[in-house]
């Protein structure tokens, strides 16, 4: 396969599953790093896919948020898995929000068999799930925010879910974030889930981010913290170790699903 032909499959891999790596592309092509690396430089310089950290993922704009339905559908097992770690995580009796995105709607499932839960979240399929999953005579006291329904994310944005957060102070908070950057820190996508995610932050005891190693080396489109605002990012292999090993040294606990 010569580089053009190279080019046009890395570009196709890149747009269906949102990014590549470069030992993807080293495996995928019989190339070497320095020329999968080669590569991602050339398709990033005519803006044909983004350059990130050990990979590329596609060049779209950093306020574009893919839909919910499409974002459940990636790396399913991988987030399964996370939420299975972050549900270990619960004891009985903790307050916990669970925060709209994909990887925490995963935590839910994992939580059949604990009692005494007291669950908030501005995310009406968590919600859901939480009621097919436990029993809320029994199991859990379900809080929802209110709020204005976004009609594709089916979260809540707006003054009722940012004035919730701030009232209510639980154990732990479950934060699904767009981008992970060691420069830039959590960033998401909408101004209004940043501004709620912020909130939540503040009034959390304890703060763990929930994300799947596609989100690392990310920047969207609006600042939500510094990494060193969060207790724990719980993740995945796929994560480069060096970049584990930078946020373990700004004091952040990574915990490897």
């Not at 005519?46 to 339905?69: C, K, T």
């Amino acid at each position: 396969m010569n580089a053009v032909e190279r080019h046009s499959r890395i570009i196709e891999i890149v747009l269906e599953k949102g990014r590549i790596t470069i030992p993807e592309i080293c495996q995928l092509f019989d190339v070497s790093e320095m020329t999968a690396r080669r590569d991602l430089n050339e398709l990033d310089r005519r803006g044909l896919l983004r350059r990130i950290h050990g990979g590329a993922v596609a060049n779209l704009g950093r306020s574009y948020e893919p839909p919910f339905p499409m974002r459940a559908a990636k790396n399913q097992e991988v987030k399964a898995a996370i939420g299975r770690k972050a549900a270990e995580l619960i004891y009985d009796g903790d307050s916990i929000a669970l925060d709209v995105g994909t990887t925490t709607l995963e935590i839910v499932r994992w939580l059949k068999g604990k009692r005494n839960l007291t669950i908030i979240t501005n995310c009406l399929p968590i919600a859901n799930r939480v009621v097919d999953v436990l029993s809320l005579e029994a199991d859990a006291r379900l809080i929802i925010t209110g709020g204005i329904v976004r009609p594709r994310e089916l979260s809540m944005i707006g003054a009722l879910p940012e004035r919730a957060y701030q009232e209510f102070h639980v154990d732990k908070a479950f934060i699904g974030i767009a981008g992970i950057s060691l420069d830039d820190g959590l960033t998401e996508y909408s101004m209004e889930d940043a501004q709620i995610k912020k909130n939540l932050l503040r009034s959390a005891r304890e703060k763990i981010v929930v994300a799947d190693s596609s989100k690392f080396g990310v920047t969207t489109f609006v600042s939500v913290a510094p990494l060193t605002a969060v207790d724990k990012i719980v993740t995945d292999a796929g994560v480069p170790p060096e970049m584990i090993e930078q946020i373990r040294e700004m004091g952040v606990e990574v915990v490897l699903a």
